[in-house]
């Protein structure tokens, strides 16, 4: 069940623990378990034959052959040039195949245990070797994923629907794409509350919004966009209601994006709606940082340009670290580790978690607001913060969590980060993590430099001649500012250009 199939030849299985594969394999079948040489997966059988195996079998059908047939015009051949019983016989002495049975029930026990149809079972193994240690939670019954039948079968509807609606976008006649978008969303499911259908819900909408969208039928995307339960691609509504004239809806979506944002796609939308839309409104749009002009001797293809330009600040008195993403989402990781591992319903449904189910969605944040608020009150409420954030990293030092990579911030370098570190500055950056670990995790600067100016340091953003801030880095920037939160471009350029 954990290999590539459906179908397997039994000449290519090897299992050196399982003794007479064959006996084993006729067992499964007289219980349920195998299929052995079904006629219905003939078919697949024969797709498993190499390229020379299926020339072979042709010849001695003697099926003409076009010189330089590829690999599927062979297959075509061979399945077309036999009739099913002859070809069965010719497949069978050439090998076995054996088709698992039962994968639809394996699916819904890996939705009930994983929260996803498509996890493998590599977790195990790598438990029981000791290769990832994971954190303990309780696993309460109170708590499952799913508290009722209807539950499983609108995740398991969602997940086909979205399957198909992949399948349509990507392979379907231009004619034929609407009715079988419409189809496919006539048939989807309410999500009730429930954080894991109302991602899946919102993953589908968000892409037949787009596909009308790309049709010319705003009317029609804008509806799925004003999905109630799921509020989907609020950035793409509010751009489509200016377009369509409405600018009060406009308006007022763009200002409660900038209230509580996503992420910083839907940020930099609504900030730029709201500067376009109400031009005298109060400016929120801040110019990026001070731009800092390095010279280098030129491009150096064996080195990164980051790691070229923190050796010459270190040269000039500026020492540091690169750090970008891993080690602020580290950093927010440490400090809100209890509040990621905290035991509520829906989060945990099985002992192999590197967080809770919906820490990367907009959810997290609300499913635990009280403590997600204690959490950044006691960065700064007392001054035993520094302390506790070490005894945490000490502690919880090599146990899995999806936000910490350890090997990113190690004892040393956190240690000299929290000596300069403002705590308002760092419960600034985990308050707006928080908002959405997934959405927010990515855009922070390259480098965090050490330096003798208050308070002590410096992020940059390491830019190469011709290369551009991203808008999920000019979003960060925008935030660091706001907060006074040290932060500048450092632009390269070439001593000899």
């Not at 590829?70 to 036999?82: I, N």
Request: aromatic share 8%; glycine share 6%.
């Amino acid at each position: 069940m954990s290999r590539q199939g459906p179908v397997f030849r039994a000449d290519r299985l090897a299992y050196p623990e399982i003794p007479d594969l064959p006996a084993r394999a006729a067992e499964l079948a007289d219980h349920g378990f195998l299929s052995i040489d079904d006629a219905v997966h003939l078919p697949g059988a024969v797709a498993l034959l190499t390229a020379a195996e299926l020339r072979d079998l042709a010849r001695q059908a003697g099926l003409p052959l076009p010189t330089g047939t590829r690999k599927a015009g062979l297959t075509q051949a061979v399945l077309g040039g036999f009739a099913t019983p002859t070809l069965q016989q010719a497949m069978e002495r050439r090998f076995r195949w054996y088709v698992p049975l039962g994968s639809d029930l394996l699916r819904v026990f890996r939705l009930l245990f994983f929260g996803t149809t498509g996890a493998d079972l590599t977790a195990f193994v790598l438990s029981d070797l000791g290769k990832v240690r994971f954190e303990t939670y309780p696993l309460l019954s109170s708590h499952r994923l799913f508290t009722r039948r209807e539950e499983i079968d609108h995740a398991l509807l969602l997940r086909d629907l979205r399957d198909e609606l992949a399948v349509v976008l990507a392979e379907s006649r231009p004619e034929e794409a609407p009715a079988d978008v419409e189809r496919l969303t006539a048939h989807l499911p309410p999500a009730g509350g429930h954080p894991l259908l109302v991602r899946s819900r919102r993953r589908f909408l968000e892409a037949a919004a787009r596909f009308w969208e790309r049709r010319g039928n705003p009317a029609r995307a804008l509806e799925l966009y004003a999905d109630p339960e799921t509020h989907p691609a609020r950035d793409r509504r509010a751009r489509l209601l200016a377009r369509q004239g409405a600018v009060p809806e406009a308006l007022a979506l763009a200002r409660g994006i900038l209230a509580a944002p996503r992420d910083p796609a839907e940020e930099e939308v609504a900030e730029s709606l709201v500067a376009r839309l109400s031009p005298t409104s109060p400016a929120r749009r801040l110019s990026i940082p001070p731009v800092e002009r390095l010279l280098l001797p030129g491009p150096d293809p064996d080195r990164r340009i980051e790691a070229r330009v923190l050796d010459a600040l270190t040269a000039a008195g500026r020492p540091g670290f690169e750090a970008e993403n891993r080690f602020w989402t580290s950093l927010f990781g440490l400090v809100c580790w209890e509040v990621i591992f905290l035991p509520i319903p829906r989060a945990f449904g099985h002992p192999f978690q590197y967080g809770p189910a919906d820490l990367f969605s907009p959810e997290f944040r609300p499913a635990r607001e009280s403590a997600v608020q204690a959490c950044l009150a006691a960065l700064t409420g007392d001054d035993g913060w520094r302390r506790r954030l070490l005894t945490i990293h000490e502690r919880k030092a090599g146990l899995a969590n999806a936000l910490v990579a350890w090997d990113a911030i190690p004892r040393e370098t956190l240690e000299r980060v929290l000596d300069v570190l403002p705590a308002a500055h760092l419960a600034a950056v985990c308050d707006r993590l928080s908002r959405n670990p997934g959405g927010f995790r990515t855009g922070f600067p390259d480098l965090f430099l050490f330096v003798p100016e208050p308070p002590g340091y410096l992020l940059a953003e390491v830019k190469s001649p011709g290369d551009k801030v991203q808008p999920n880095q000019r979003s960060w920037l925008r935030f660091f500012a706001r907060h006074g939160i040290p932060a500048r471009v450092i632009q390269v350029g070439w001593q000899n250009s």
